[in-house]
């Protein structure tokens, strides 16, 4: 978190100092090399995002994250070994596995101007006029029988 920053993001002082630290020892203990980069955490909390370098663009793949809002939210308490109450940290993830970060990933990546292979519809063929539409579906036909995902529309203005 930036200093100067500071009226933009949730949680106090000492929460991200702590969550910061403890996010940089988990880090080091598992030998991973990392580089701090201020003003990048989200509003909530402190993060570590795993990023690849693909021949384009970096990707964030994946995050862990502390959240200092939904516990402040919903109120949320425990009992603590002194006996009292204490506001859990929340820390979540978001795992590079699941089928809709994978999807996100890529939608992202190519801003949804999806290549060709990866495009729901890899042809769209648009008849200019009536006389067109039976020509435009034999060639939606025969696309479809490449395995070409290929749909034909009719014109509808006039």
């Given at each position: 978190?930036?200093?100067?920053?500071?009226?933009n993001?949730?949680?106090?002082?000492?929460?991200?100092?702590?969550?910061?630290?403890?996010?940089?020892?988990?880090?080091?203990?598992?030998?991973?090399?990392?580089?701090?980069?201020?003003?990048?955490?989200?509003?909530?909390?402190?993060?570590i995002?795993?990023?690849l370098?693909?021949?384009?663009?970096?990707?964030?793949?994946?995050?862990v994250?502390?959240?200092?809002?939904?516990?402040?939210?919903?109120?949320?308490?425990?009992?603590?070994?002194?006996?009292?109450?204490?506001?859990?940290?929340?820390?979540?993830?978001?795992?590079?596995?699941?089928?809709?970060?994978?999807?996100?990933?890529?939608?992202?990546?190519?801003?949804?101007?999806?290549?060709?292979?990866?495009?729901?519809?890899?042809?769209?063929?648009?008849?200019?006029?009536?006389?067109?539409?039976?020509?435009?579906?034999?060639?939606?036909?025969?696309?479809?029988?490449?395995?070409?995902?290929?749909?034909?529309?009719?014109a509808?203005?006039?």
């Amino acid at each position: 978190m930036n200093p100067d920053d500071r009226k933009n993001f949730l949680g106090t002082d000492e929460q991200w100092a702590s969550s910061t630290k403890s996010l940089e020892t988990a880090l080091k203990r598992r030998n991973i090399e990392y580089k701090t980069i201020p003003g990048e955490a989200a509003f909530y909390g402190p993060k570590i995002d795993v990023k690849l370098v693909d021949a384009i663009a970096p990707l964030q793949l994946s995050t862990v994250q502390f959240d200092f809002n939904l516990p402040q939210r919903f109120d949320l308490e425990y009992v603590g070994e002194d006996g009292q109450r204490h506001q859990p940290l929340m820390v979540h993830r978001a795992l590079y596995g699941s089928m809709e970060r994978f999807f996100g990933v890529l939608i992202e990546h190519y801003s949804g101007a999806f290549p060709v292979w990866l495009s729901p519809v890899q042809v769209a063929l648009i008849p200019i006029s009536e006389r067109h539409l039976e020509y435009a579906q034999k060639v939606a036909n025969q696309l479809k029988g490449l395995a070409c995902a290929s749909k034909s529309t009719a014109a509808t203005r006039k």
